[in-house]
């Protein structure tokens, strides 16, 4: 006999074409849903076959006696904005993750401004939230100075080389090894790095992985041979070929964002992907951006990390045992059509 589906929240909010957040509430009897919208979403639930959880069922390392059932997500603005999506995909990943746990997400974006001033995010200031999630390269002087005053805070998608917090990333150094070790089994020699190597952790890691594979094969690797897609502080810039003689058969890119624009600037040259050159990402993520091909790229499943962030930064706001320290999440090469075999 087939087991019955379980109902989700998500499929109750579709039912009515609400929000995930206000079935939630409604079901939580916490405020800011209305009392006749309250008791329709309870009718559907029911109707649906849904359980409702009573407050005495919940886990008792969940339960929270003076919290605020918050948790502040702190996004860089420099790395949320229109050109750079992939941040707010991963926030919705870990707002949803934190949400089956019974939290609630709020968001802040930290200024270049506040961040060279080191001023003290809203959300920790005004006790808005039990604990912080910090997603997106912050400098270390910034680091140093919040965990004078709070201590309660995990990193997320970075990490800092000089100072050990707790964070969640992903396994950039090995997966980008992979990649250009692939890129060479496909017969290319001449590879070039797209990246700026000081702009995040992220992206230096994926370098010495694509170092790593050249060396081992014996190829020239040379940090003078990167090519910048990106400022110092995160921003994307207009990329520069190199001059025709030296215009390698591949290139391994930090990110699937940099890579659809690598091949925009390389068809306004004339060349064509993959026949003339190979290019590879890193993501998984091309949502806004349509590409003459379809990208060769690596694939860390956003999931996997946002459960773990969730049940790091959680562990810390109730006092659970966790491993401190960094934790690294693997992922899997997606070979497409990309990369021409020479």
Partial sequence: ????????LSDIAAKLNISTVTVSKALADKEGVGDELRQQIKEIAEQMGYQIKKSNTVSP???????????GILIPSRFFSPDVSYYWHIFNALSTELLSRGYYSIMELLTAED??????????????????IILGQTSDAYLEELNKKYQTFILFDFYSAKL??????????????????????????????????????SISDRFMGFQRAMLEHKLNCQAED?????????????????????MPTAFVCNCDETAANLIQTLEEKGYKVPQDISVTGFDNYLPQKQ?????????????????????LIISKITGLPYIKGRHLLSGSLVIRNSVRTL
Avoid: W
């Fill in 61 to 71: 390392n969940l339960q929270r006696t003076n919290g605020t059932g918050n948790i």
């Fill in 164 to 201: 050990q917090y707790d964070s969640v990333s992903n396994d950039n150094y090995f997966c980008s090894y992979l990649m250009t070790d692939y890129v060479i089994s496909q017969g290319h020699k001449k590879i070039r790095f797209v990246g700026n190597f000081g702009a995040t952790t």
């Fill in 291 to 311: 590409t003459p091909v379809e990208l060769t790229t690596v694939y860390i499943n956003p999931e996997d990390s946002t459960r773990v962030a969730a049940e």
């Fill in 226 to 246: 990167i090519i910048n897609d990106r400022d110092e502080n995160g921003r994307l810039i207009q990329i520069n070929l190199p001059p025709a003689e030296s």
């Fill in 115 to 132: 961040e060279e001033a080191h001023t003290l995010p809203r959300l920790i200031s005004d006790n808005k939230v039990d604990g912080l």
């Fill in 1 to 8: 006999m087939a087991q019955k589906k379980k109902v989700r």
